[in-house]
């Protein structure tokens, strides 16, 4: 609402004389304090009243119930006077306050001021200013001072910290050269050492080899007659073989097969007793004389021998079903091998199982049977432990299930049904060991049957159906599994690997010919806790491994003993240094690969391998071979076949420093001379195997000497030596 106070005269006159103000007020106080619903007609309703009453008795409160009169608080007389701006005073209660507040302030600055003047004495300007310049300047010195201070403070922090590193440099100088010199002299002591040794061994193998051809010389001179020569020319020495014990005897005769047993019961009277010995007959071998024995002479001998044989074996016999039946008789029998036995019928095994009740080992591979044998085993064999069911194809899923019919054979460990396609026995629980050889069509389900069996061996060999998915039913299914077989399944790739890290208790991993197996999957395997009993482990042929699978298995294989790596093309001598860290290993393979002297050199810092295998690596050469046979005394087997660049100086190494070396092969190694073997049979005494096939310069001299100096040879391959008659 505007103000009135500019407002004409006569409108201010005409609010005064009706009372309008009044009117309003009480309007107001009565809708502010009653809230009627209808306020229009609350508002005629009170304007009626006030015209009865008349407007000289209008009070402020008129319009309001009399019952909430003594609750409302008065208002000022003037208030809606002022509020319609109808007073004649200019200035308000606020405008008051603050004139009078400002008057006051006003009139104690003055006289304050006065009195500032008055009782404080006049201070010279000049003197506060050269007061105030003074502190300034104490100020200033005493800020340089510290700069100062602090600037001295890092300089000398920084010498002395200088001066320390400068003392410790000089003292690591120090040490490193009395290091040093004491490194390059025990470094001459050892070179003098090692070549006074070195010297030592060729001065005693020369002389060993001097005599060594003294003595063969000797021996070529002087012939000693031989055994059968001095028999003729000596008297005859009668002994009697029957007088010695009989378990001395039982050795002897324990070499013969069974057809030198029957000769020489036929000697004489005394020999044939000697025969007669019980534990002689307990197990009885018809298989070295399936040829020639015949079924007339199986029975007359099943039925003398039938309470003491425990062991039969015709493997391959061709023998007619009534023969076969015969072995009913022998009621102690424990083990039967019947296997290639194309005559066997499922009636001959009746009358077997029917009379044999305690086998406990029984060969059926390669044979005729059917369902109806299936039935037999669970129904009689009730302690068999250990079955072979190869290659017996006649027999189907069915005939399997018969194994946990009755009492079962629920003592099986070891079930081969290798080159079978029929699916395996469920509740068989007590298998422990499988082997599938030749058996192209066992896919991965083979693993979902055998879920309830607690597997500790595994062996496939030549299956392509197999994938990673069998893995994982061995991770969940088989945690005591130890060894893995799976040499030559093209299907595995790096995530079996990555399956079977948690598999503690592995102990054998063979994946050879597994050519999708690379980096990625080994060092996945090796992250698990099984790399850390891995005691075997064959990688030949997986072409995809490098360097870095290597690092990862030196870290991880600290009881690592066999390891091949046969034909991994991508190893370089790099790897070969970190095999060194793998202080367990035994046996190493790096045939194939692309090591060099280098490598050779390296490998030599092992000092425990008692096995290495180097064939066709093309790169080595003699000295790569000395630089390793030196520090290698443990050697025992070394093949260094089709190593082109070998020659004399490599057996004359070997001869000196590996006189412990039991297996040789230096098959198509061209330059290999005479001189060579006889080195190695003057030194070598305990070779057993040697290998000199495609040796084109040997000739018939090397005979003579292996015969005189190694006298433990039982191999000697020779192949493709044109030289040698």
Known sequence: MSSLRTASPRLRNYFKENYIPQICEALLCGLLVTCPEDPLRYLERMIMAIIENGLESLHWDMCIDPLVKQNVRILSETCLEQLFGLDDQLTTPELMIKACTFYTGHLVKTYFGTWKEISMPHINVEDTLAEKMEKAIIYCDSKLKKFSFHQWYSYTKNQKAKFQGAILRIQKIFQDHRQRNFIAKWRDIVRIRNKIREEELIAKHESELKNWKRRLKMKSICLEPSFSEAVFKSKSMEFDISQLPENAVLQIFSYLGLRDVIICGQVNHSWMVMIQITKLWNAINFSTVKNTVTDKYVVSTLQ?????????????????????????????????????????????????????????????????????????????????????????????????????????????????????????????????????????????????????????????????????????????????????????????????????????????????????IGDVGLRQFLDGPSSIRIRELNLSNCMQLGDASIVKLSERCR?????????????????????????????????????????????????????????????????????????????????????????????RTIAIYCVCLTSLSIAGCPQITDLAIEMLSAKCRYLHILDISGCIRLTDQILEDLKVGCKQLRILKMQYCRHIS
């Open 559 to 651: 009881n690592l003993n066999y390891l091949s790596l046969r034909n991994c093309e991508q190893l370089t001598d790099q790897g070969i240094e970190y095999i060194v860290n793998i202080f367990s290993l035994v046996s190493l393979d790096l045939s194939g690969t692309v090591i060099s002297n280098e490598g050779l050199i390296m490998l030599s810092r092992h000092k425990k391998l008692k096995e290495l295998s180097l064939s066709e690596c093309y790169k080595i050469t003699d000295l790569g071979i000395q630089a390793f046979c030196k520090n290698s005394v443990l050697l025992e087997h070394l093949d260094v076949s089709y190593c082109l660049q070998l020659s004399d100086d490599i057996i």
């Open 304 to 516: 003398k021998w039938r309470l003491n044989v425990l062991c039969l074996n015709f493997r391959g016999c061709l023998l007619r079903p009534k023969t076969l039946k015969y072995v009913s008789h022998c009621r102690n029998l424990q083990e039967l091998n019947v296997s290639d036995c194309s005559t066997l019928t499922d009636e001959a095994m009746r009358h077997i199982s029917e009379g044999c009740h305690g086998v406990l080992y029984l060969n059926l591979s390669n044979t005729s049977i059917t369902n109806k044998t299936m039935r037999l085993l669970p129904k009689h064999f009730h302690n068999l432990q250990n079955l072979s069911l190869a290659y017996c194809r006649k027999f189907t899923d069915k005939g399997l299930q018969y194994l946990n019919l009755g009492n079962g054979c629920h003592k099986l460990i070891y079930l081969d049904l290798s080159g079978c396609t029929q699916a395996l026995v469920e509740k068989c629980q007590s298998i422990t060991s499988v082997v599938f050889i030749g058996s192209p069509h066992i896919s991965d389900c083979t693993f979902k049957a055998l879920s309830t069996c607690d597997l500790r061996k595994i062996r496939f060999e030549g299956n392509k159906r197999i994938t990673d998915a069998c893995f994982k039913f061995i991770d969940k299914n088989y945690p005591n599994i130890n060894h893995i077989y799976m040499v030559d399944c093209k299907g595995l790739t790096d995530g079996s690997l990555k399956s079977l890290s948690p598999l503690k208790q592995l102990t054998v991993l063979n994946l050879a010919n597994c050519v999708r």
